[in-house]
């Protein structure tokens, strides 16, 4: 028996020392796998580096030169109306790799826009870009970068920041012979009538309307906070080429709802209505979207009434409310805001 154990520890201590040599192998494959992976990854966070500090430069210079190989995406912007020159070169040499480069161009102004002369545009035509508007404009080579299939993807307006046009909380002394100055500055035009303050609201005190005389966008947004005096026929004109009720786009206000109006040479055509009771010295919000010939009136936030009308009140420089001293001990007006969209 003390024969047989030492044969089966002679036969197995060769194959515990062989499993051991395998651990160790396999070890160093691990080994060498995790510093490749450090290093890779070493590699990966310079070209992420490079890409970030590539950005930071491209947006201070007028010259683009974009590296395909490590940059897909790229934003060139043009507001200082400075030329703009772009450049598509691939250091890396792969003649079987796909390079693919979309620029988005947000064209602010009328600058100059200069692509390389390797570009071979879609139906051979270079684009042209209009101010205003953001471009998606795609490079693709199948070459390593010799020559660039060019394409304009789409575009798009620019989203211009929200512009604070009229701001009036009629905030000051009551008054019953003026409104005074709006917040932001504007003077308030009474042509017809005399409209005051009181408590920090407008408010009717005798004749027909208070007129809003100051320049305005195209497309704005314009919200108030109404307090209806009862039996009411008032309004709220904001297309308008002046101060006529001969010509305008308005929201008509009475104690059954609002409604949405044209009015072309003295003819009235309904656009829309939301119909509801509306008592005596309740307050609403009521805020009016205007883009150009689209309309959307809201009550309360709620959009209730949207038309779209073609006709030549697509732009406007004058708006106002049409106020009847009748109500004019409860009829208010509060928190006035006219605002670009």
Known sequence: MEKTKNLQLNIWAPTERLFLDEWNENFETIDRVVENTKTQLAETTTNLNK????A???????????????VTNFVVETENNEDKT??????????????????????????????????????DEEPTFEAGKIF???????????????????????QKPIETIVSDDFTRPDSTTSVGIADTGQTWLVPLGVTGISSNKLYP???????AGFDLLSDFSASFNYTIGGVEDSSFTFRTPGASTQNRIYVGITENGIGLFKEITGVKTKLGEYIFTWGAGETHNIKVVAKRNRFRVFLDGTERITSTEDNNL????????????????????????????
């Open 51 to 54: 890409l970030i500090n590539y």
């Open 56 to 70: 930071n430069v491209v947006e201070k210079s007028n010259i683009y030169e974009i590296d395909a190989s490590n």
């Open 86 to 123: 772009i450049i598509l070169v691939s250091p890396v040499i792969n003649p079987n790799a796909l390079l693919s480069v979309t620029v988005t161009l947000r064209y602010i102004n009328s600058a100059s826009i200069i692509f390389p002369d390797n570009v071979i545009w879609q139906n």
């Open 136 to 158: 998606m404009v795609m490079f693709q080579s199948f070459d390593n970068g010799i020559t660039w299939l060019g394409v304009v993807v789409g575009n798009w307006p620019i």
């Open 205 to 211: 005190v005798s004749g027909e309307f208070v007129f």
């Open 314 to 341: 697509k732009t406007n420089k004058h708006m106002y409310f049409t106020l009847y001293q009748y109500n004019s001990a409860i009829t208010r007006i509060d928190n006035f805001r006219v605002e670009s969209v």
